[in-house]
């Protein structure tokens, strides 16, 4: 049964926005703290982004700050990442993921997450 669905990735030019959607068909995700993790070929994933079930408190990681912005719609089921002023290393296979605590001081940690969606590809090329 899939849990988490990403969409919104495509190929974009360098200084280009795109945004990120992640859909939780099968899952109420209002109480559950939400992040965005990508995994570049070759290497590790890393967390990019994360938000509170209540939405106060994003976490973002340094690479990102200031560019990506993450949101979420919990009458939706949904939550967003809206990328700016890409750049070619955020070239990657974004995740979105669950963690079903309403907050997580580790939310950037993919050892925390419950439920994983399967991506969605950004390249990012002039």
């Known amino acids: 049964q899939v849990q988490l669905v990403e969409s919104g990735g495509g190929l974009v030019q360098p200084g280009d926005s795109l945004r990120l959607s992640c859909a939780a068909p099968a899952l109420t995700i209002?109480?559950?703290?939400?992040?965005?993790f990508r995994q570049?070929?070759?290497?590790e994933r890393e967390g990019v982004s994360c938000i509170t079930s209540s939405g106060s408190v994003?976490?973002?990681?340094?690479?990102?700050?200031?560019?990506?912005?993450i949101s979420r719609d919990s009458e939706k089921n949904m939550v967003y990442l809206q990328m700016n002023s890409l750049?070619?290393?955020?070239?990657?296979?974004?995740y979105c993921a669950e963690d079903t605590?309403?907050?997580?001081?580790?939310?950037?940690e993919a050892r925390t997450m419950d439920h994983w969606g399967k991506?969605?590809?950004?390249?990012?090329?002039?």
């Not at 209002?30 to 965005?36: C, F, G, L, N």
């Not at 570049?40 to 290497?43: F, L, Q, S, Y």
């Not at 991506?119 to 002039?126: P, R, W, Y």
Request: hydrophobic share 30%.
């Open 101 to 108: 605590r309403p907050y997580s001081s580790s939310c950037l």
């Open 119 to 126: 991506g969605t590809l950004v390249t990012v090329s002039a």
């Open 58 to 69: 994003t976490s973002y990681a340094d690479s990102v700050k200031g560019r990506f912005t």
């Open 87 to 94: 750049k070619p290393e955020d070239t990657a296979v974004y």
């Open 30 to 36: 209002r109480y559950s703290t939400m992040a965005w």
């Open 40 to 43: 570049a070929p070759g290497k």
